[in-house]
């Protein structure tokens, strides 16, 4: 439960101080010996019928007797041990019973703060902090913290991360936020009934098990099949409900806010300045309503959505405060490839489309879904041209992009020598490009 | 903004005009030690075809063994034109990798995207006296290797890039 003093509590501690989890957090881990059990129990069920009536009742209380206090105490060392503490520059996460691990992350490296609960810790009122640090293949996390200590939390490593001076760093608190946009329920279904990817998933689920039920006549392979087909279909249909449910962006001074999600809340906060690309998708049956789905990917973070849905003007509206100073450019301004490309793509050349305005680089592919990359030049770590043989006979080439988050943005089919100025001319603006853009501590 | 290459003087412009930068193509340690291998392993493959093939199939067949011997030619040819496609330039704020004949591939790093600069040397390469030169930045598509290079060279080439990525260092 939330406890009302803890506010306070952190606000006194002298930034440097150890401090603990939350302490229902042993409890956490107590599920999985039960889920093993039952894991298996499922997997193979005549043996376990078996084993079951082979345990008598002496043996069952003599398990529980040495599982149960082993797995307490476990739970209990384990959150004894881990301690997290904040200084000026850093965060430092101590864990580990028998081996030792000391993270110690440097704050301006700091790319995005999430705060999730899912359900039972919404329950328990305490939250989990995910940090994501560029280079770490993995997102460091404390769980659980008290709900309230997790938001201050994050709003002073945010505040410190800004550049903010560290006695004022708590008493900022969190930074105001002005609600951008909430994606109301009934958009974000019928979006989803709109989408090709959920239609064909329920079809397959449906038409997949009948056709092999028709041709086999055998349960089992029909429920191997049914069932992962089913999985799926469940999370492109419900499963993309459930997460994208509610969602809402808000500005605040330390970045977007994102909240979402239906039974697991997460609030997500991206630090200006972060963002190495952005997309913007648009559906063919979306079109007509002028609705688009906005992603992007920040350094490290795994974090890549930015809006399920909306109207075209407000995810406009959105991007320019996502990546300062850049408008979405105009389809009209996307130059298409020359006609003869249709040699090397048929059909598909009429998606692509490339443009490049003083902030970025920007390129269009797909006919029916389409799906524009914005990449701020500042954000460029490498240029390629890449040309096939085919591809020379027809006088054309490609130039890749290389960004930070590993994503490579492509401008497909380009006559060559517009190409091999656009190698050039792209290399020279990613790197003064560079000198104009913010700094890594913002606010300092 | 001072100029790194001294031949290259104020050319940043110019090069962006249309001029061509000054490339720099690889020794020719890389090709003779790629076709001493070709010519190694297809040679072995081929006797060793020849002698199987004349004890169980009889002596026409041996014939056969050409086949790796024509590989071998051809492969000696296409050694030497994929060797003499690879180049690079050290521009003023630039490293231009530029390689392949069928597939080719310009890469461009500007100097402060640099992350870290490797020289590598396996045991065949150590043995020819060769090294290569990668680059690495904060993109993992970042393909920018220089195969081949003598080491004093790609020594020369680390300790260059280094220091000009770290006059020109930029973040993520």
Not at chain 1, 289 to 312: C, D, I, Q, T
Request: with cysteine.
């Amino acid at each position: 439960m939330t406890t009302p003093g803890v506010d306070d509590a952190v606000r006194e501690q002298h930034p440097g101080t150890d401090r603990r989890l939350h302490p229902i957090t042993p409890l956490r881990r107590a599920w999985a010996p039960v889920a093993v059990l039952i894991g298996w129990a499922v997997h193979d069920p005549d043996q376990a019928q078996r084993q079951l009536t082979r345990l008598t009742t002496t043996t069952l209380l003599l398990a529980l007797a040495i599982l149960l206090p082993a797995a307490a105490l476990y739970g209990f060392l384990t959150w004894w041990f881990t301690h997290f503490a904040v200084t000026d520059s850093e965060l430092r996460i101590r864990t580990g019973l028998v081996f030792r691990r000391t993270a110690h992350i440097r704050l301006e490296r700091i790319q995005a703060i999430d705060v999730t609960q899912p359900l039972l810790a919404r329950v328990a009122g305490v939250a989990k902090l995910k940090l994501d640090v560029i280079g770490a293949d993995k997102k460091d996390e404390l769980a659980f913290l008290g709900a309230e200590e997790a938001r201050t939390l994050r709003a002073e490593l945010l505040a410190r991360a800004a550049g903010f001076a560290p006695e004022t760093a708590h008493e900022i608190g969190e930074a105001p936020s002005q609600q951008l946009l909430r994606v109301p329920p009934r958009v974000l279904a019928v979006s989803l009934l709109l989408t090709g990817a959920t239609w064909g998933t329920l079809a397959a689920a449906v038409v997949v098990p009948t056709v092999l039920w028709l041709t086999t006549e055998s349960p089992w392979t029909v429920l191997a099949t049914a069932i992962p087909l089913i999985g799926a279909a469940g999370a492109s249909s419900v499963g993309r409900f459930v997460t994208e449910y509610d969602w809402t962006v808000g500005q605040s001074q330390d970045g977007l806010r994102i909240d979402h999600g239906l039974l697991d809340r997460a609030h997500e906060t991206v630090p200006p300045g972060r963002v190495q690309t952005v997309r913007i998708i648009e559906p063919l049956l979306w079109r007509r309503r002028g609705w688009v789905r906005v992603e992007l990917n920040v350094a490290g973070s795994s974090n890549s959505l930015l809006l399920p849905v909306a109207p075209r003007e407000v995810a406009e509206a959105v991007v320019a405060r996502v990546l300062p100073g850049v408008t979405v450019p105009d389809r009209a301004a996307l130059s298409r490839p020359p006609r003869r490309a249709a040699w090397c793509m048929p059909l598909w050349w009429r998606g692509y489309g490339l443009t490049i305005t003083d902030a970025v680089f920007a390129a269009r592919t797909g006919v029916f879904r389409r799906s524009l990359a914005l990449v701020p030049h500042a954000k460029v770590q490498s240029v390629r041209l890449t040309q096939g043989p085919w591809e020379r006979l027809w006088g054309l080439a490609d130039v890749h992009v290389d960004t930070g988050a590993n994503k490579t943005v492509t401008a497909r089919l380009r006559p060559t020598q517009d190409a091999a100025n656009l190698l050039h001319s792209q290399s020279e603006r990613s790197r003064t490009g560079r000198r104009v853009a913010a700094p890594d501590r913002w606010m300092s | 903004m001072e100029t790194g290459s001294p031949e290259n003087t104020g050319t940043a412009r110019d090069e962006r005009a249309g001029a061509e930068p000054e490339w720099t193509g690889l020794p020719p340690g890389l090709l003779r030690m790629r076709r001493l291998l070709l010519v190694v392993w297809l040679g072995l493959l081929a006797i060793g075809l020849a002698v199987l093939l004349g004890l169980l199939a009889g002596p026409s067949w041996t014939a056969f063994a050409l086949l790796p011997l024509a590989l071998m030619a051809w492969g000696w040819v296409m050694l030497g034109r994929n060797w003499r496609s690879w180049r690079y330039a050290e521009r003023a704020d630039d490293l231009l990798i530029s390689r392949g004949v069928l597939w080719r591939e310009e890469t461009v790093v500007p100097y402060g995207r640099m992350q870290l600069v490797e020289v590598t040397s396996g045991p065949v390469e150590r043995h020819f006296g060769l090294a290569s030169v990668q680059l690495h930045t904060a993109a993992a598509a970042t393909d920018a290797t220089i195969p081949g290079l003598d080491p004093a060279e790609a020594e020369r080439l680390r300790d260059r890039l280094t220091e000009l990525g770290e006059a020109r260092s930029a973040g993520l």
